[in-house]
């Protein structure tokens, strides 16, 4: 059962929560601006009888000040009471004012100066509530003198207390299984989820829904002895203008609820009429733009790899401006807490978006000039690699060596990229790689020697054949490049790998020295190639050859 040291507490501040003071003062008048501070001695008086406020007296009378009028009014009221006066109760217009009556008899008086100017009272108006709550009044102290009333009473009293217990027992036994089981019940849930490591924090979520389950029991609990404190109080008569209290209240509470709910409805019902249009139209731009990628649709100037971007620009566009027509609609929107949140995320926007917003135009500019692209095997300043994603703030690019760089899009927009997978498209990557030999060996031979290197690496086209350009004519030796088309940029390293092994391969198999001579001193004999030498192995002589001597 639920203990009782716990319960007389809660009780005992309920209880304390609507004196009778102010019971009396919200039941005989409007609510209405508070009063200015006056006289003690002329400050309004309720006059009560059988614990229930009958009417508010303000003014004076006759010099009597209205506390005295109350007294009066009690004495004369409680003297016709005992008389076995019960009625009918009565209004009669005077000269002073309103009279009102028990049985034809006069017990007090409402005059002007009684009217609460604040809420414009009328006299026809509080005569009619003084009315009701004296008829009320004598009714209850008829039935407060039979002996059954409170004994009818006791028995409510009883059962309903009895009610209380049993629910309070049973929402303190929920409360500790609920305690006990939430880790079995809710926590293979929670696993379930999976989102994006949301189940590496199930013993915080744990704690907090345990918090809930304890604040909902306290919370159901406090509502017990609320409808409990209003049926008791309802039993006996002295007590029934709380109770009537306590039932306004909570009726007064839950209509303001269900009122506010109602008002909200239609703005709701056009938040989602909103929402499902715009919904509607982004799965339409989806579609689209996925047909744009896939090339069953083309439109000049919209490309298959800006098609994505486009669709997420369109998007952020169409639920902005959603926002944008939903705001004025939202519950609370004209308050000026939601205004005060509002301006505040727009602070925080604004301070931290400075950095990001340079960074997403950086990567807008590669996706629409279509500099690279996923899958492009790219250098960007002294990185080399494939793109293995291109976002908006930011660019992947796996190495060769299986690393991943990732470079912000506004140091990739500053810096110089070459795009080897676009050379493709142009008959494949160029691949060069230099060597300088001596004046002594045949040009010639050298150049037969490095197309017939290049001939052998597998991943080198031959078509067009491969070039030997000589770059320099250097002081010491002759600078040789050797230039090839590769189909697969993203095997450059390793196509260059098999070139440089074949390169030394041939030369040592023609006895040709990879060598870069300086000299400190004039050789003994010349450093020339003789005419007879000029078509060394692997060299042929052509007819064709416009530097050959004719």
């Known amino acids: ?71 009066a009014a009690e004495l004369r009221i409680g003297s016709a009471i005992e008389r076995g006066l019960r009625g009918p109760v009565t209004t009669r217009p005077i000269s002073e004012g309103l009279l009102v009556e028990i049985g034809g008899q006069g017990m007090f008086v409402i005059t002007p100066g009684d009217l609460n100017a604040l809420v414009d009272e009328t006299s026809e108006e509080v005569g009619a509530r003084a009315v009701q709550n004296l008829s009320t009044a004598l009714r209850e102290v008829e039935e407060s003198r039979r002996a059954e009333t409170f004994l009818r009473g006791a028995a409510y009293t009883a059962a309903a207390t009895v009610v209380l217990l049993l629910v309070l027992a049973g929402v303190r036994r929920s409360r500790r299984w609920l305690s006990a089981h939430l880790a079995d019940v809710v926590g ?56 009537e209290q306590l039932h306004d209240t909570m009726t007064t509470g839950i209509k303001a609820i269900a009122l506010t709910i109602v008002s909200f409805i239609p703005g709701l019902v056009i938040v989602a009429v909103i929402f499902i249009l715009t919904r509607f139209l982004n799965r339409l731009s989806r579609l689209f733009f996925d047909a744009v990628e896939s090339g069953r649709v083309s439109l000049p100037g919209l490309y298959a790899e800006t098609a994505q971007p486009t669709r997420k620009i369109v998007t952020v566009i169409l639920w902005l401006f959603a926002l944008v027509m939903m705001y004025p609609y939202l ?29 997403a135009v950086s990567g807008l500019m590669l996706m629409y000039a279509r500099a690279l692209r996923v899958g492009d095997y790219v250098q960007i ?27 912000p899009n506004a140091v990739i927009v500053g810096t110089t990229t070459k795009n080897y997978s676009r050379e493709e498209e142009t008959g494949g990557v160029f691949l060069t790689t230099t060597v300088t030999i001596g004046y002594n060996t045949p040009w010639r031979q050298v150049h037969a020697m490095l197309i017939k290197a290049a001939h052998r690496t597998e991943g080198l086209l031959t078509d067009p054949p491969p070039r030997v350009m000589q770059r320099s004519l250097s002081d010491f030796y002759v600078e040789y490049t050797l230039g090839a088309r590769m189909a697969q940029p993203n095997r450059r390293i390793a196509v260059l790998d098999a070139l440089h092994r074949n390169i030394q391969d041939v030369f040592n198999e023609y006895g040709v020295q990879i060598m870069s001579p300086h000299y400190v001193a004039d050789p003994a004999e010349k450093v020339w190639v003789p005419k007879e030498n000029w ?16």
Do not use: C
């Not at 059962?1 to 009778?20: D, G």
């Not at 989102?195 to 609990?221: C, D, N, P, R, Y």
């Not at 004209?334 to 400075?354: E, H, N, T």
């Open 1 to 71: 059962m639920f203990p009782m040291k716990r319960l007389i507490p809660l009780i005992t501040f309920l209880a304390l929560l609507w004196p009778a003071e102010a019971v009396a003062a919200e039941q005989t008048a409007p609510k209405g601006k508070a009063e200015k501070a006056i006289d003690p001695a002329l400050a309004p008086a309720i006059l009560k009888i059988q614990n229930r406020p009958i009417v508010t007296l303000r003014g004076t009378l006759l010099g009597y000040s209205p506390k005295q009028r109350t007294e």
């Open 188 to 243: 293979p849930r929670l696993k379930a989820l999976a989102i994006g490591g949301f189940t590496q924090h199930i013993e915080g979520i744990l704690l907090f829904l345990k918090g809930l389950v304890g604040f909902t029991a306290w919370a159901l609990s406090l509502f017990a002895l609320y409808l409990w404190l209003d049926v008791s109080f309802m039993q006996f008569p002295y007590t029934r203008p709380w109770g």
């Open 331 to 359: 519950p609370g929107s004209d308050s000026d807490a939601f205004k005060g949140v509002s301006v505040f995320l727009g602070l925080l926007l604004s301070i931290g978006s400075a950095g990001t917003v340079n960074q």
């Open 381 to 407: 300043g002294e990185t080399v690699g494939t793109v293995v994603a291109l976002g908006m703030f930011s660019t992947r690019i796996r190495t060769p060596f299986g690393e991943i760089v990732s470079l």
């Open 535 to 550: 078509y060394e192995a692997p060299a042929k002589k052509d007819g064709n050859d416009k530097q050959s001597p004719r």
